[in-house]
């Protein structure tokens, strides 16, 4: 993915999708032990957008001025290194970002892009943090999922000593686990591009495509490039493929026994 040319970029604002508080509780597990007060203090500080397809959502000096929430669409969180757009983490329905910056004032380096069409929720730092000082609940689900978070990252910096290969599709189930839709043809989610997945997983674009092709010629996933869709068939046999792929590394890895048979 390549670097966004500021002309093209294609934002509006405005109030088509308006969202309650018993459906701020069901789409964000943020809030799945918030109270009412806490509920409807959301709905009535927060703001509605709808982004276009590579829009830049936040900027390196937008941190820390809003909480952000994922309505729906996927976002590219990513670093500029030489360059180069490298990416951190994808996320989507959801998720929420911007929490950090807000209580913590060190300088992030990354910003956020609409990988698809993007609606999202913001509402300003000071009264997120109001709302967080109101109900004791609402800290202590933030820090559990602060939690989940890092083990998410430790899973993430693990998977890289793997091969390339198992990387992926680990990477992969993670995604469909998370965000996967079930429909007739299987799992379905965005159609990640292929250069977010290399920088994601420090491995080169022409890798991600080998293994995307060899996946899809075991019938293992499908892509729908039309409408930007992947769907995974069958998740088990996708993760028992995967789990194959290591036990055949493994047995590379077992010195064969010398033969210690004697001739005569």
Not at 97 to 126: N, Y
Not at 242 to 248: A, G
């Amino acid at each position: 993915m390549g670097l966004i040319n500021p002309e093209k970029l294609q934002y509006f604002h405005q109030n088509s999708f308006k969202m309650q508080s018993e459906s701020v509780s069901d789409r964000f597990s943020l809030f799945s032990t918030a109270s009412a007060e806490t509920l409807e203090w959301f709905v009535s500080g927060s703001e509605e957008h709808n982004y276009a397809e590579n829009s830049v959502l936040i900027d390196k000096e937008d941190w820390g001025k809003e909480a952000i929430f994922i309505v729906s669409g996927w976002v590219n969180v990513c670093a500029l290194s030489s360059g180069q757009e490298v990416t951190l983490d994808i996320l989507s329905t959801g998720d929420y970002l911007g929490e950090i910056a807000i209580l913590d004032d060190f300088p992030p380096l990354e910003r956020v892009v609409a990988l698809s069409e993007v609606q999202l929720l913001k509402i300003p730092a000071q009264r997120f943090l109001q709302m967080l000082l109101k109900d004791s609940q609402l800290q202590q689900r933030m820090l559990q999922l602060t939690f989940q978070k890092v083990r998410h990252l430790y899973r993430r910096l693990k998977s890289s000593s793997q091969s390339s290969q198992r990387a992926f599709i680990k990477t992969l189930m993670d995604f469909a686990k998370k965000y996967g839709k079930p429909t007739e043809r299987g799992l379905k989610i965005f159609r990640i591009p292929d250069p977010c997945f290399a920088t994601m997983l420090g491995l080169e674009v022409s890798e991600i495509e080998q293994i995307i092709e060899k996946l899809s010629k075991n019938n293992l996933i499908e892509i729908d490039e039309n409408s930007q869709t992947l769907y995974i068939p069958n998740l088990k046999q996708l993760q028992h493929f995967s789990k194959q792929l290591l036990v055949n590394q493994q047995s590379l890895l077992i010195p064969s026994k010398p033969d210690l048979s004697i001739t005569t």
